[in-house]
């Protein structure tokens, strides 16, 4: 089956930047900021994130990895958890299908009580049935609950998503 590219990896890094610097704008008043990437494609995107965070801003950037479970997400865990009561934390997911991902992402990071939680999505869909909203969104699509949408990674850079 041919697949129907949504994004290729120019305008993904076009994508991830401009959200980059949403971050930046809402958080100028921080120091430090703590980004959460959800296991595998969220990891991916986080690393992007940070080095443009880093190129473009004087905020101190921390990398963090939430692994989950799919089929039991109630197993879930922050892999080296630092200490970030009273933070910032940006959780990163490639795409949001349904919201369950994201929500289960949050209970160790509600453990833990930071001041502030924000979510990134490269690719939100508009068939949510968990009630979840992105902060930052690369693309948002309507699409029919049998779409689904593939995010390609190479190494640690995004190279496309595509719906099939």
């Known amino acids: 089956m041919e697949k129907k590219y949504i994004l290729t990896e120019l305008v993904a890094e076009m ?16 120091k430090i900021l703590f980004l959460a990437g959800i296991m595998d494609n969220g990891m991916v995107l986080a690393r992007q994130i ?23 997400p109630l197993v879930c865990e922050i892999v080296d958890a630092p200490i970030i009561k009273d933070q910032v934390v940006v959780v990163m997911d490639d795409v949001i299908n349904s919201g ?6 949050l ?8 001041r502030k ?18 902060d930052y969104v690369g693309i948002s699509l309507s699409t029919t ?10 190494g640690e850079k995004v190279i496309g998503a595509y719906l099939q």
């Open 15 to 30: 994508k991830l930047r401009r959200m980059a610097f949403e971050i930046i704008e809402n958080n100028r008043e921080e």
């Open 107 to 114: 209970l160790p990071l509600l453990k833990e009580m930071p």
């Open 50 to 72: 940070k080095a443009f965070l880093e190129n473009n801003s004087s905020i101190q950037v921390k990398l963090m990895e939430i692994k989950l479970d799919k089929k039991n």
């Open 145 to 154: 609950l049998q779409d689904h949408i593939y995010v390609e990674v190479l």
């Open 100 to 105: 369950k991902t994201f929500l289960y992402a």
């Open 117 to 134: 939680i924000q979510t990134l999505t490269l690719v939100e869909r508009s068939y949510k049935t968990f009630p979840v909203h992105a």
